[in-house]
C-alpha cells in the first residue's frame, strides 16, 4: 500500500489544492493531507481546527483522502506514516525555487521519502489562498475558487477577520 501526503498551510483550502488532492489520490493508495499547525503568517486567516474542518468537508467525497495536523517536520512526519511520497503542486516558476530547496532537504532528512510535483491545472494557476482572502475582502466573490461546500463559511471568516483587524 503506497501512502503520500499532501502538506500545506490551506488557508483556506481552495479549487487548486483540491484538484491536486484529486489527483494525487488516483495515484496513490492512500493520501494524508497534513496542515501546518504552526503556520502563523501575518496573513494567516484560520486556525487549524478550522482549517482541517474545511479540508474535511471538501474532500468528504474522496474515499482515500485522510486529514491530519502535524507542527513538526513534513520528513519525519512522512517516515511516522510510512508515506513514500510528498506530492506537492507547481504552479510556476515561482514555485519551483522554495519547492526544489524543501525536496533536496527533505531528501535528506528522509533518503526514502521521494517529492513528486503534479503541475497545477491550467485553470488554478494562479489560484493561491491568499488571492483568495485578498479578492473576498475587496468584495469580490470566491464561489469559483473554494469548494462550494465551505464557501458560505470562508467568506464569513475572512470578512469577520477584516472586521477586527479594521476594529
Ligand atoms: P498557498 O501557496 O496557496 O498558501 P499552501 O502552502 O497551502 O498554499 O500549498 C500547499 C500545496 O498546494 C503547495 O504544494 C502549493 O504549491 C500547492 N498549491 C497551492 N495552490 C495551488 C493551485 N492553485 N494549483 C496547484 N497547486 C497549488
Redesign the pocket.
Known amino acids: 500500500m503506497k501512502t503520500a501526503i ?6 483556506p ?5 483540491l ?2 488532492i484529486r489527483r494525487s489520490s488516483k495515484m496513490f493508495d492512500r493520501v494524508i493531507v497534513v496542515v ?1 499547525r504552526n ?1 502563523n503568517k501575518p496573513s494567516s486567516c484560520f486556525s487549524d481546527v478550522q482549517r482541517v474542518d474545511f479540508l474535511k468537508r471538501s474532500t468528504a467525497g474522496i474515499e482515500n483522502v485522510e486529514i491530519d495536523i502535524s507542527g513538526g517536520l513534513t520528513a519525519e512526519y512522512a517516515k511516522r506514516h510510512d508515506a513514500v511520497a510528498i ?5 510556476a516558476v515561482s ?1 519551483f525555487d522554495t ?1 526544489f530547496q524543501q525536496a533536496l532537504m527533505n531528501k535528506k532528512l528522509n533518503p526514502e521519502l521521494e517529492s513528486v ?5 491550467a485553470e ?8 483568495v482572502k485578498q479578492l473576498c475582502e475587496l468584495g469580490g466573490d470566491i464561489a469559483e475558487f473554494v469548494p462550494r461546500e465551505i464557501y458560505e463559511d470562508v467568506v464569513k471568516g475572512i470578512n469577520n477577520k477584516a472586521y477586527e483587524r479594521r476594529g
Request: glycine content about 8%; hydrophobic content about 35%; charged content about 15%.
Open positions: 499532501c502538506p500545506g498551510s490551506f488557508d483550502v481552495t479549487n487548486g489544492h484538484d491536486i501546518a503556520y506530492v506537492k503542486g507547481l504552479r514555485d519547492e510535483f503534479i503541475t497545477a491545472s488554478y494557476m494562479f489560484l493561491s489562498s491568499s488571492l
